[in-house]
């Protein structure tokens, strides 16, 4: 994603709807990173009697088989598949659960505006329920949706098409913001014409390095001003 300039403000006056993905986006990806490959192989590998090492690698496995699927992001899948409650496993680790620098900040200015604003995560019902009761982002939204809802994940064929059923919206006039390359390139193949992705969704890792479309470093730089930038 080509880096986003203080200049290249989304044009604001031609968005009406705004949609935002969570984890990577809103919320700091460390959360979800820190869960999947460090402490649920934890967990297992006990449960198992078998060292770190081994359950990371096998679970690494599963996830390559399934990733860019529902199931991926299916708690209720895991907890089938590892023979174990994924959900209580989340709340023991709540805490490492943080909101991105300046995410308040726009959320509150789109209000303003009179921005529709929209969650729309891949994240399991349960795992979006626990991360608004830590956050307290949910009373910014006018909908939260969980990909569950529409039995798709965001990156398959058709599934932004389908929210519009649920959701109506003009992909002409929305933006979203998606830290996903596969979910922006499925967005736009499904029309939706502003996309943004995200820098570093993990504050502990490096930037993600992609040219397809711009990336927001600091969510301050895309605020909306007093007088709402025009259509480009």
Known sequence: MRQLLKTDKPPWSGIDTVMFDMDGT????HFDNYFWQQYLPQVWAQNLGVPFEQARVLLESKYAVL??????????YWARELQMEITPLKQAVKHKIAIRPG???LLLRLRQHDKRILLITNAHPASLSLKMQVTGIDIHFDNTISAHDLRMA???????????EQEPYDPARTMLIDDSLPVLRQAQREGIRHLYGIHQPDSRKEPVSAHE???IIDFKHIMPSDELESVK
């Open 26 to 29: 809103l919320l700091d990806l």
């Open 67 to 76: 990733r860019g699927t529902l199931d991926w992001y299916c708690l209720d």
């Open 103 to 105: 995410v308040t900040d």
């Open 154 to 164: 965001k990156e398959n064929h058709g599934f932004w098409t389908a929210l519009k």
């Open 213 to 215: 479309f711009p990336s």
